[in-house]
């Protein structure tokens, strides 16, 4: 698919998201108006071809009501697959945009991605087509050479701008998390593998924050902010569980999460405008983290 035959989807989702419900002719209109048209009429055929590819690409659908003749957008699939539409318009209308800056290309500064670049492409290939993976592999704790690693791919997840896939690593039968970044000589394996159909890709990570995976269960968390603070995580929730009693000059929030130690990393990043008030051991999880910093500073 060309770059421009996709930005040409982006055009039409996002102008159906703007209109609503658009006739063919207010459609015809505003596509004689794009950078895409040439000023020509969009042909009945290109339409369609269009509405059948967005079906299949973003799990969205382009209705007609018959009564009205007006066309609109409906999602298909289910939440998850309603996310993952989201997030992928959202990359590619950044994209499209940040494309156009080309001239004040020393004017925008980006965070680099190297794992999406290198290695992405081999993981989603082996996980289309449920083949095993062969990769070495130097976690950040380990030194020496990269340790081999085969593995079955179950599904993939974006963290803090890295890419990270989980599935079964066949020699040691257990479900292991790896950021594509610390991968070196990814290769698609021959043999295949099936999903067990007990295991739920959404539920794994469902009471973590992060891509650090516990067997413990998950705890009622309870955390005090400042008035400034509670109006970021608002707009940005620490996690799906996330629910607020709002006080005059600070707010409570609550969570149903387990315990991990990239959590506590989390909450130490906010320094004194987040308290955590329960439970006990991640209180505790947080004093010796704290106890330790300034032992080191200490000395």
């Known amino acids: ?20 419900t658009l006739t063919r002719e207010k459609l015809n209109e505003l596509w004689r108006l794009s950078p895409f048209s040439g000023g020509e009429d969009l042909p009945r055929r290109t339409f369609y071809s269009y509405r059948n590819d967005i079906a299949e690409i973003f799990n969205l659908s382009i209705d ?16 998850h697959d309603r996310r993952f539409t989201d997030w992928m318009l959202n990359t590619a209308s950044m994209s499209s945009v940040l ?25 989603i290939s082996a996980m289309k087509q449920n083949r095993t993976l062969h990769f070495g592999y130097s976690p950040y704790s380990r030194t020496g050479k990269p340790k081999p690693v ?9 963290y803090r701008q890295r890419w990270y896939v989980t599935g079964r690593n066949v020699r040691e039968d257990a ?7 610390r991968m070196t000589e990814v290769k698609v394996a021959d043999a295949t593998f099936e999903i067990p159909v007990d295991f739920d890709a959404e539920a794994y990570f469902r009471d973590s924050f992060g891509v ?15 008035t400034r603070m509670a109006k970021y995580f608002r707009a940005l929730p620490l996690h799906h569980s996330q629910s607020e009693m709002i006080h005059d000059d600070y707010s409570i929030f609550t969570y149903s999460l387990r315990l991990t130690p990239d959590f506590v990393g989390e909450l130490l990043s906010y320094g004194p405008s987040v308290t955590v008030l329960a439970p006990r051991e991640l209180r505790a999880m947080v004093v010796e983290s704290l106890t330790k910093s300034l032992e080191n500073y200490k000395q």
């Not at 698919?1 to 609503?20: A, C, D, L, P, Q």
């Not at 800056?101 to 290695?119: C, G, K, N, Q």
């Not at 650090?212 to 400042?226: G, Q």
Request: glycine share 2%; proline share 4%; net charge neutral.
């Open 212 to 226: 650090i995976f516990t067997h413990s269960e998950a705890k009622k968390v309870t955390i005090r902010t400042d």
């Open 150 to 158: 085969t593995l079955e791919p179950y599904f993939l997840k974006i």
């Open 64 to 79: 007609c009501n018959p009564s009205t003749y007006e066309y609109s957008l409906s999602e298909m699939g289910n939440a």
């Open 1 to 20: 698919m060309s770059k421009n035959t996709f930005n040409r989807y982006i055009w039409f989702i996002e102008t159906f998201r703007r209109h609503g």
């Open 175 to 181: 479900i292991k998390t790896y950021a594509l970044d």
């Open 99 to 123: 494309s156009d800056a080309s001239a004040i290309s020393d004017r925008v500064f980006l965070e680099d991605v190297p794992s999406a670049r290198i290695y992405l492409s081999p993981v």
